[in-house]
Each structure stands twice: as C-alpha cells, then as structure tokens.
C-alpha cells in the first residue's frame, strides 16, 4: 500500500521534467507552504514543503502519491489532504528521507492510512 505512495498520479497533470520549486502547495483545507525540493525517483518521488511560519518554520515531505493535482498556470500542487493531516506527520529529516527505506516506509504509511 505504501509503494504507490512514492509515485505522481497519472490525473495529478503532473509531467516529466516539470519543476515545482517554488509553486504554492494548498491541502484541503487551505495553503500550508511553497515547494522547496522535489524528486521524480521512479519508487521515491517525493516533495518536501516549507511551511513557512504554519508550523513554525518546520518542512514536511510529502510523498509524490498525495498530489491530487498540478495547477501549472496558478503555479500550484494541490494535495488530498488536510492541514492537520500534514501538521501531525512525521517530521521531516533531511539526512534520513535519502536511502533510508524505513523512514520512507514510516512515511508512506503514514499517509497511506490517512486517505481524503
């Protein structure tokens, strides 16, 4: 279940080579930051969020799995889940979230069982 977590949807309007540093990134319930980094790894895509003042500062990774869209004129990721969903994630460790399966496991299973 987890897996499919770590790849774009294909009706998220995501394309190949598509850079989204720096689009807006809007939960469900409202904006929650701008994308600082992103990954098209086959198995690993991810995006990592700065939330700006949200949560204090605090970046979250977000697996590629949860965009429910890309608003490529409003230059925007639109993602199926809330505000608190992100906010009570595991938090982000940027010297982990590369070649650590279990973080990534941690993650994506996170997400995997909190659906919108």
Same mark, same amino acid.
Not at 20 to 25: D, M, S, Y
Not at 53 to 67: C, D, E, H, M, S
């Given at each position: 279940? %987890?897996? *499919?977590?770590?790849?774009?949807q294909?009706? !998220?309007?995501h @394309?190949?080579g598509?850079?989204? %540093?720096?689009?807006k990134?809007?939960? !469900?319930?409202?904006?929650?930051g701008k /994308?600082? $980094?992103?990954?098209?790894?086959?198995?690993?895509a991810?995006?990592?969020v700065?939330?700006? =003042?949200?949560?204090?500062g605090? @970046?979250v990774l977000?697996?590629?799995? /949860?965009i !429910? !869209? /890309?608003?490529?004129?409003?230059?925007t990721?639109? =993602?199926?889940?809330? $505000?608190?969903?992100? $906010? *009570?994630s595991?938090?982000?460790?940027?010297?982990?979230?590369?070649?650590?399966?279990? #973080?990534h496991?941690q /993650?994506?299973? #996170? #997400?995997?069982?909190?659906?919108?």
């Amino acid at each position: 279940m %987890t897996d *499919n977590m770590w790849g774009y949807q294909a009706e !998220s309007g995501h @394309q190949p080579g598509m850079d989204l %540093t720096g689009f807006k990134v809007e939960a !469900s319930d409202g904006s929650i930051g701008k /994308v600082d $980094k992103h990954s098209e790894d086959v198995g690993a895509a991810y995006i990592v969020v700065d939330t700006g =003042v949200w949560i204090f500062g605090k @970046q979250v990774l977000l697996p590629a799995g /949860v965009i !429910s !869209s /890309v608003d490529v004129a409003e230059r925007t990721v639109h =993602v199926g889940r809330t $505000k608190d969903e992100i $906010k *009570n994630s595991p938090e982000f460790d940027k010297d982990k979230h590369i070649g650590d399966a279990g #973080y990534h496991e941690q /993650v994506g299973g #996170y #997400y995997g069982d909190h659906r919108a």
